[in-house]
């Protein structure tokens, strides 16, 4: 049997079996659910008599007991447990199952002495057997749930602790010894929790996906139907079925995205700004945005006049991206297979048509992380695929861009570089004249939980294709499967219309991203001295929240987007140091088992 499948049994409102549902045993075979009695529901997949159900309910189980060990043996509460006989890490009703066989880490029996003495009261860690000087201990073995992280600290602020603590625990990436500190001294200089914003920044990292769906935990999907979001995009089910046909009735013959997971488990996501555009901090109060009384005597259609109607301050609306990331994070930026060549051996393209599968065979596959197994794609479909929808990106792409006002490209008005110096985002910035550029990068929780000290933002080189920023360039230059791409552009324009809506709620009005203050140059056609005329033009993407500066407008055709360019630079191309790795692991992968995914800490981008 496929460990990924269920192994619950149907069960009717009588507590009666429909049917009967097997399970993988340690000899190799299987073994046939546990007859239930009394409306006790003992699990198929349980070992543990009583099973969680029966055990929950406080009821006994029932039945045959072949093969079952009594509760209470050592570490049968544990995540391993569950995981070891194919069920989710919180226990059998957990339904996040695992899609590779558990393999027990090197430390799982210090886990276990820290979950006992965690279900005792007692520290996870004995402060006798602590470490000694420069010994760190393992994340896995400090404070968790329930335990006091440092001392004197509020429990409001311990709760959220916990929750760090418990990720650490999990394998997310995130600096808990710092964060620790942070809310600390919040703590201590008396401020509240709900006037914290190192306590909000660490709600929002919490309530990331790499957190809730840590690789230990992570959601599996074989099949996800495109979603026409409400506030994007507008389309037909005609227009998606010539756009990315499917062969299914029952999904309205438009494929589906399949093989993907919540959270990529090739690599990382590429790491979000500091701050996304437009961020206000959580004090803020409707006095502290003011709005000029001129502003609302302009005649309408007045670039500078404000429309009240649009207002949304009590209370503020919720940041559509609180946490800076882009839609597209799970496409490499730095591309991870050489022209999207990851199979040793070609298999049959899945690129579905009406009629069945393109079956092509090839060594590409769709480069989006989120996949947890191979998805070939010929270059064929690929290019036929770029070609049916850039155009629609290219026509969207202005209404990603939040363009600075004139005041603030101004370099008389103060250098536009130091404004962004440390801000966190990344600056994409033609720089012949090779200034000494700032530091444009910072540290974030919200972003990446200070992990390791990693800052994110900086200066991100020559604007790219078409958006300036990456969103384009990850898109087209890189092998993405039909319904991922059409889900992408669909959650983009989405995203776009609820950024939009936000700073309107803000302001009244759309602003330069830097001032808040002055309308765009775009309001003034990008004409006479407010419209940066024969001056710089700079923008903000309001999808990957980046910061792109230009002399002059043109000069960002698809050069290389509608075909694979062996000249074209990175991060068009692959980088050597990433072939090499490449070549290493393509080499390592024995068809048919699942592929040998790539080390998330080689690259972060």
């Known amino acids: 049997m496929d460990y990924r499948e269920s192994v619950y049994p149907e069960i009717d409102s009588d507590g009666e079996i429909i049917n009967e549902a097997n399970f993988p045993n340690d000899d190799g075979g299987e073994d046939s659910i546990v007859v239930n009695a009394g409306g006790a529901k003992r699990q198929s997949a349980a070992r543990a008599v009583c099973c969680d159900s029966c055990f929950q309910l406080g009821m006994q189980c029932e039945g045959n007991m072949y093969g079952t060990i009594h509760r209470g043996v050592p570490g049968d509460d544990m995540y391993g447990y569950y995981l070891s006989i194919g069920c989710g890490p919180q226990g059998v009703n957990d339904n996040n199952l695992p899609q590779v066989p558990f393999q027990q880490p090197a430390n799982y029996h210090d886990e276990w002495v820290a979950w006992e003495r965690r279900k005792q009261g007692q520290p996870p860690v004995d402060p006798a057997m602590q470490a000694g000087p420069g010994m760190p201990i393992d994340p896995a073995m400090q404070a968790g749930p329930g335990m006091q992280a440092g001392p004197g600290i509020s429990l409001s602020y311990q709760v ?72 994007g995009l507008q389309t037909s089910i005609e227009e998606l079925q010539n756009i990315n046909p499917g062969w299914n009735a029952d999904l309205n013959y438009i494929a ?48 500078e006049r404000a429309n009240l109607e649009l207002l949304r301050r009590d209370p503020f609306m919720a940041h559509p991206r609180p946490d800076g990331d882009s839609l597209l994070s799970s496409i490499p930026f730095f591309r991870m297979w050489d022209q999207g060549v990851m199979l040793p051996n ?74 962004l110096r440390e801000q966190g985002f990344v600056v994409y910035f033609d720089n012949w004249e090779r200034h000494n550029l700032p530091d444009f990068s910072a540290e974030s929780i919200t972003s990446n939980g200070l992990y390791q000290n990693q800052r994110v933002g900086g200066y991100g080189g020559r604007p790219l294709e078409v958006t300036g920023c990456a969103c384009a360039m990850k898109l087209f ?109 393509i080499g390592q992968k024995n068809e048919p088992d699942p592929p040998v995914f790539w080390d998330p800490n080689v690259h972060q981008y």
């Not at 993907?260 to 996304?276: K, Y």
């Not at 809506?501 to 009244?508: D, H, K, N, W």
């Open 256 to 303: 589906p995205i399949v093989l993907v997971s919540d959270t990529p488990h090739a690599r990382p996501r590429s790491p979000g700004p500091a701050r996304p555009q437009f961020f206000v901090p959580c004090t803020t109060r409707n006095m502290d945005i003011t709005i000029p009384p001129v502003n609302l005597t302009l005649p309408p259609g007045h670039p």
């Open 346 to 419: 070609p298999k049959p393209c899945v690129m579905q048509n009406r009629h069945g599968n393109c079956n092509k065979l090839t060594l590409n596959c769709c480069e989006d992380t989120t996949h947890y197994h191979d998805v070939p794609m010929c270059i064929d479909c690929d290019m036929r695929d770029r070609q049916k929808l850039l155009p629609v990106l290219q026509a969207g792409a202005e209404s990603m861009r939040q363009y600075l006002c004139a005041d603030c490209l101004d370099n008389d008005n103060g250098p536009l570089f130091d404004r």
């Open 160 to 231: 959220l602790l916990d929750q760090a603590h418990h990720a650490a625990s999990q394998g997310v990436p995130i600096n808990v010894e710092r964060i620790t500190q942070l809310l600390q001294n919040d703590d201590q200089n008396g401020i509240s929790v709900e006037a914290s914003q190192n306590a909000q920044d660490l709600s929002v990292f919490l309530g990331k996906p790499v957190v809730q769906f840590p690789n230990s935990n992570n959601r599996f999907w074989e099949e996800v139907p495109i979603t026409v979001l409400p506030s």
């Open 477 to 585: 230059n890189r092998v993405i499967c039909s319904p991922h791409r059409i889900q992408h552009i669909l959650n983009m324009s989405a995203n776009i219309v609820d950024m939009r809506e936000y700073v309107q709620g803000l302001y009244g009005r759309m602003v330069c991203p830097l001032c808040r203050k002055n309308p765009g140059i775009d309001s003034y056609g990008f004409q006479g001295p407010k419209g940066s005329e024969r001056k710089a033009k700079g923008w903000a993407c309001l999808q990957c929240h980046a910061i792109v500066l230009r002399e002059k407008m043109d000069g960002l055709e698809p050069r290389f987007l509608l075909q694979e360019s062996a000249t074209a630079p990175p991060p068009y191309n692959i980088r050597e140091e990433d072939k090499d790795a490449a070549r290493r692991v």
